[in-house]
C-alpha cells in the first residue's frame, strides 16, 4: 500500500512538473521600431499569432523578422523575438496586440 501511494504521489509530481511554464512578454521601441520578446507556450508559434493580432491593432506592419534564441528553434516555453515597424503606435495598439497574442500586460512599451 505504501509504494502505490509513493508511486501516486510521484506521478502527481511529475505532472506537475511538466506543466508549461507561464506566458510572458516584454517590449521596448524606438521610433516607430518595435522590438517583442516572447517566453511561454503563446510564442511558440514563429510569432504569427502576435503578427495577426498586430495587424489588427495596427494595421500595416513592415519589417516584420521572429526569431528563437538558443538553437532556433521553438520549444514548449522558448524565448523569441519579433521586430518590427509601425506608423500606429501612439494609440497603444501595439500593447494592446501583445494582450489579444499573449494574455499578458506589458504595459506601455
Given at each position: 500500500?505504501?509504494l ?40 511558440d ?9 498586430l ?20 520549444s ?13 503606435s ?20
Open positions: 500500500m505504501k502505490l501511494l509513493f508511486t501516486a504521489s510521484a506521478a502527481i509530481l511529475s505532472l506537475a512538473s511538466a506543466a508549461p511554464p507561464p506566458d510572458r512578454a516584454t517590449c521596448s521601441h524606438s521610433g516607430s521600431g518595435f522590438v517583442v520578446g516572447t517566453s511561454g507556450p503563446w510564442g508559434d514563429w510569432g504569427r499569432g502576435l503578427l495577426n493580432s495587424r489588427r491593432e495596427c494595421g500595416q506592419i513592415n519589417d516584420w523578422g521572429f526569431s528563437y534564441s538558443g538553437n532556433g528553434q521553438p514548449l516555453g522558448g524565448t523569441g523575438t519579433a521586430t518590427f515597424t509601425t506608423q500606429k501612439s494609440n497603444g495598439c501595439v500593447e494592446k496586440a501583445i494582450r489579444a497574442a499573449s494574455g499578458v500586460n506589458v504595459g506601455k512599451c
